[in-house]
């Protein structure tokens, strides 16, 4: 069973254009991802319907085996206990880790803390996942994400490409 499935989400706030698009993807359980994109790609947006603090507009979105639409909120509360999250001041911490969860998401965890204390967080990240754990990473550092052998997702303008194609841009 898939920790995280999307079929082809997509979000629009209001009447604005769509901030993602036909985004479809599967972190399997154990696997460590990087979500790369420039600002503004859809990134946050993403790691917020796979967290349920967003609904997306269209599509849908599976978490440990359970279709996030038919939930109640007292299932949702359920799920979300399974998910670490941390945010991008990087104060990660206890609380993300502390009780192993199923999913860890972090969103630009060294965004301001520079290359040294990313090389360590993605470390330590690692770490998390050799017990089990599924990590994403949402990154606007291509090049630093590149850095590792795990799998990248890239998202352009609100949709999944090709990392490797978006490298050499």
């Known amino acids: 069973m898939a920790v ?3 079929d082809h989400i997509g979000k629009r706030y209001d009447a604005g254009s769509p901030v993602l698009t036909d985004v479809s993807l599967t972190l ?3 696997a460590f991802h990087f979500l ?3 600002r503004g790609a859809g990134k946050t947006t993403l790691l917020k319907i ?5 609904r997306p507009s269209r599509g849908r979105l599976t978490l440990f085996g359970a ?7 007292t ?14 001041d990087a104060w990660l911490i206890a609380r993300a880790i502390i009780a192993q969860p199923g999913l860890l998401i972090a969103d630009e965890p060294a965004g301001h803390g520079g290359e040294e204390t990313a090389l360590l967080l993605v470390r330590l990240f690692e770490r998390i996942n050799s017990l089990g754990t599924t990590v994403l990473i949402a990154s606007d550092d291509i090049a630093f994400a590149g ?9 352009d ?9 978006a490298a050499v841009q």
């Open 67 to 73: 279709d996030s639409a038919a939930l109640n909120r």
């Open 157 to 165: 303008h609100g949709m999944l490409v090709d990392p490797d194609a």
């Open 36 to 38: 790369t994109g420039a």
């Open 4 to 6: 995280v499935t999307l």
């Open 75 to 88: 299932a949702q509360a359920a799920l979300r206990r399974r998910i670490g999250v941390v945010f991008q």
């Open 147 to 155: 850095r590792f052998a795990h799998r990248r997702f890239h998202l």
């Open 28 to 30: 399997e359980p154990g």
């Open 50 to 54: 796979i967290t349920l603090a967003e």
